[in-house]
């Protein structure tokens, strides 16, 4: 069934810390490996060896840029990198699942989680149109449609340790970037970090409802003035006087010398 | 949007397959016998034609049957039935014309409002989808079922009512690009929402998450075809609708037809082709692109 179900209280999801990423990429590596190892067709890659390589991610990591405006009365404050992991979001009103005419996208009733069921998926790639996050892409080789699971076959794994119970990604992380937990509870760790940080949604005119967050890269502090050394590490010879200043001019009223 | 031959000759030929049988279905004109069976072979090959183009870009055409499950969510699959539900209705119409020289007139008008609603059905895939500012607008659906009354009135003959048809899909194409040029600024929809970043400032794609390419940028990013929009829109008027209505006014007879029928065919792949190549998809956003 491609409608939607009413919204579960379970909404299993992923915050991710704006602030900690350091865009190192192991949450990618680690998904494309688990994911390719385990349920569902393998995450295929296409000329992997030559110079045009691509594949299936159901993870990526960009990096954006992002200057503050320049202000009247201060310098610009410089700009700041910020890496920015991506995946399925698992929306509330997710427009992938509505638009599948095979019933192969669905969102779980139990946990909100939105999946794929491969076995029925044409590959129209109609839900890839719908999205406004870039979450799915469609393997080539494959021919169906991949997706983010929130690795539903490691977070209710009983054969795994209880440490591994959570999305591949999140157990990779090496900087404490990512968490995982019921957004849909309020006293939950992932809801109260979305709380107190001011976890926000992409792209929320869009009207899918996220269930992932996103938390802001905290404010940069402002430098101090380190006036106790600052007198002495004036430049000395700005006025160019003395030796200095001849030197400097007679260098300069050479062909091609500096003015 | 990548143009992907294979939408536009669906979305094309469909288009004017379908436009066709509606005419044949209202009984206009109602031939029988050989006229009649040259007629919906024509009708057929086209929607036929366009349906089995369009699963060339399935990645598992072999599942196709499946497609028709969801007609309570999916504008794709109320398309796929309603696109087989008419042509099995207009191939009853049609063998009562062709065989039985009988005009099974209640089948004929429920085969022209099948084709309609295949052809409205089609357009709404498109117009349904908030991330492609530039479809979601009232001109899609408006522009898909005109242009489809429009072809079939010239396929099936109507030319006094084809060419007034003509002149307004021309305007209202010419309106929809122009007003769909400005709707991906007015979605409010920026890298600054995308990234959630704007607070801080502006915001500029720094570096890519991969060194290549990806399905996402593949399907949805395509810059560099529309350096050549603002000529093609022209080919695209002059080819689709200027140069037919001038042809039939002279008097739409054999090679005049059949002109008009080339150049207006030629006119529609254009426009096709631009309404895939300038529809910008807001992922690209996250790429720094459009």
Redesign the interface.
């Given at each position: 069934m491609t409608t939607l179900p009413p919204p579960s209280a379970k909404k299993l999801g992923l915050v991710i810390d704006l602030d900690t990423c350091v865009g190192c990429h192991a949450c990618v590596v680690s998904c494309k490996g688990w994911n390719t190892e385990n349920y569902g067709a393998p995450l295929s890659d296409q000329n992997a060896y030559s110079g045009a390589a691509s594949g299936t991610f159901l993870n990526r990591v960009h990096s954006y840029e992002v200057q503050p405006p320049i202000l009247k009365d201060k310098p610009a404050a410089p700009a700041q990198l910020i890496h920015f992991p991506k995946s399925c979001l698992h929306c509330e009103d997710a427009p992938c699942v509505t638009v599948c005419p095979t019933g192969a996208s669905y969102k779980r009733v139990e946990d909100g989680i939105v999946l794929v069921n491969e076995k029925d998926c044409i590959g129209c790639g109609l839900c890839a149109w719908a999205c406004p996050y870039g979450a799915r892409e469609l393997d080539e080789k494959a021919g169906v449609m991949k997706k983010c699971t929130l690795c539903v076959d490691r977070i209710y794994n009983e054969n795994l340790p209880e440490e591994d119970r959570q999305p591949a990604c999140v157990r990779t992380c090496p900087s404490g970037a990512r968490h995982f937990g019921d957004l849909g509870d309020e006293t939950s760790d992932v809801s109260i970090l979305v709380a107190e940080r001011g976890g926000f949604d992409l792209m929320p005119e869009q009207g899918t409802k996220p269930t992932n967050k996103y938390l802001p890269p905290r404010p940069k502090d402002v430098e101090p003035e380190y006036d106790i050394l600052a007198p002495y590490l004036e430049p000395i010879a700005e006025d160019g006087k003395g030796f200095v200043g001849w030197l400097d001019k007679a260098l300069s009223a050479l062909p091609g010398g500096a003015k | 949007?990548h143009p992907a031959p294979s939408v536009i000759f669906f979305t094309t030929f469909s288009g004017l397959g379908y436009g066709l049988l509606f005419w044949l279905g209202i009984g206009m004109p109602a031939p029988t016998g050989w006229v009649a069976f040259v007629f919906f072979a024509i009708a057929y090959i086209m929607a036929v034609g366009g349906l089995l183009a369009s699963t060339f870009?399935?990645?598992?055409?072999e599942?196709?049957i499946?497609?028709?499950?969801?007609w309570?969510?999916?504008?794709?699959?109320r398309e796929?039935i309603c696109a087989v539900a008419t042509l099995l209705i207009m191939a009853i119409y049609g063998a009562g014309l062709v065989f039985f020289g009988a005009e099974w007139t209640i089948l004929g008008w429920l085969g022209a409002i099948g084709a309609l609603l295949t052809v409205f059905t089609t357009s709404m895939?498109y117009a349904?989808?908030?991330?492609?500012p530039r479809w979601k607008h009232w001109t899609t659906p408006t522009l898909f079922l005109l242009l489809s009354i429009g072809g079939g009135a010239l396929f099936s003959g109507n030319v006094k009512i084809a060419i007034p048809l003509f002149v307004i899909a021309g305007a209202l194409q010419a309106f929809a690009w122009f007003h769909g040029d400005g709707r991906f600024n007015a979605?409010?929809?920026t890298?600054e929402?995308?990234?959630?970043?704007g607070?801080?400032?502006?915001?500029?794609?720094?570096?890519?998450?991969?060194?290549?390419?990806?399905?996402?940028m593949k399907?949805?990013i395509h810059v560099v075809g529309r350096r050549h929009a603002t000529q093609l829109r022209i080919v695209a008027l002059v080819l689709g609708f200027v140069i037919p209505v001038i042809l039939l006014l002279l008097g739409a007879k054999h090679v005049l037809g059949l002109l008009a029928v080339v150049s207006h065919v030629a006119g529609i792949l254009a426009l096709r082709w631009l309404f895939f190549a300038q529809a910008e998809?807001?992922?690209g956003l996250?790429?720094g692109k459009r």
């Amino acid at each position: 069934m491609t409608t939607l179900p009413p919204p579960s209280a379970k909404k299993l999801g992923l915050v991710i810390d704006l602030d900690t990423c350091v865009g190192c990429h192991a949450c990618v590596v680690s998904c494309k490996g688990w994911n390719t190892e385990n349920y569902g067709a393998p995450l295929s890659d296409q000329n992997a060896y030559s110079g045009a390589a691509s594949g299936t991610f159901l993870n990526r990591v960009h990096s954006y840029e992002v200057q503050p405006p320049i202000l009247k009365d201060k310098p610009a404050a410089p700009a700041q990198l910020i890496h920015f992991p991506k995946s399925c979001l698992h929306c509330e009103d997710a427009p992938c699942v509505t638009v599948c005419p095979t019933g192969a996208s669905y969102k779980r009733v139990e946990d909100g989680i939105v999946l794929v069921n491969e076995k029925d998926c044409i590959g129209c790639g109609l839900c890839a149109w719908a999205c406004p996050y870039g979450a799915r892409e469609l393997d080539e080789k494959a021919g169906v449609m991949k997706k983010c699971t929130l690795c539903v076959d490691r977070i209710y794994n009983e054969n795994l340790p209880e440490e591994d119970r959570q999305p591949a990604c999140v157990r990779t992380c090496p900087s404490g970037a990512r968490h995982f937990g019921d957004l849909g509870d309020e006293t939950s760790d992932v809801s109260i970090l979305v709380a107190e940080r001011g976890g926000f949604d992409l792209m929320p005119e869009q009207g899918t409802k996220p269930t992932n967050k996103y938390l802001p890269p905290r404010p940069k502090d402002v430098e101090p003035e380190y006036d106790i050394l600052a007198p002495y590490l004036e430049p000395i010879a700005e006025d160019g006087k003395g030796f200095v200043g001849w030197l400097d001019k007679a260098l300069s009223a050479l062909p091609g010398g500096a003015k | 949007m990548h143009p992907a031959p294979s939408v536009i000759f669906f979305t094309t030929f469909s288009g004017l397959g379908y436009g066709l049988l509606f005419w044949l279905g209202i009984g206009m004109p109602a031939p029988t016998g050989w006229v009649a069976f040259v007629f919906f072979a024509i009708a057929y090959i086209m929607a036929v034609g366009g349906l089995l183009a369009s699963t060339f870009h399935l990645g598992r055409p072999e599942r196709a049957i499946k497609a028709f499950s969801q007609w309570r969510s999916s504008w794709l699959s109320r398309e796929g039935i309603c696109a087989v539900a008419t042509l099995l209705i207009m191939a009853i119409y049609g063998a009562g014309l062709v065989f039985f020289g009988a005009e099974w007139t209640i089948l004929g008008w429920l085969g022209a409002i099948g084709a309609l609603l295949t052809v409205f059905t089609t357009s709404m895939i498109y117009a349904q989808l908030k991330t492609v500012p530039r479809w979601k607008h009232w001109t899609t659906p408006t522009l898909f079922l005109l242009l489809s009354i429009g072809g079939g009135a010239l396929f099936s003959g109507n030319v006094k009512i084809a060419i007034p048809l003509f002149v307004i899909a021309g305007a209202l194409q010419a309106f929809a690009w122009f007003h769909g040029d400005g709707r991906f600024n007015a979605s409010g929809t920026t890298m600054e929402t995308a990234t959630g970043l704007g607070h801080i400032g502006k915001v500029r794609a720094f570096e890519p998450p991969h060194t290549g390419t990806n399905y996402l940028m593949k399907e949805f990013i395509h810059v560099v075809g529309r350096r050549h929009a603002t000529q093609l829109r022209i080919v695209a008027l002059v080819l689709g609708f200027v140069i037919p209505v001038i042809l039939l006014l002279l008097g739409a007879k054999h090679v005049l037809g059949l002109l008009a029928v080339v150049s207006h065919v030629a006119g529609i792949l254009a426009l096709r082709w631009l309404f895939f190549a300038q529809a910008e998809h807001v992922v690209g956003l996250y790429y720094g692109k459009r």
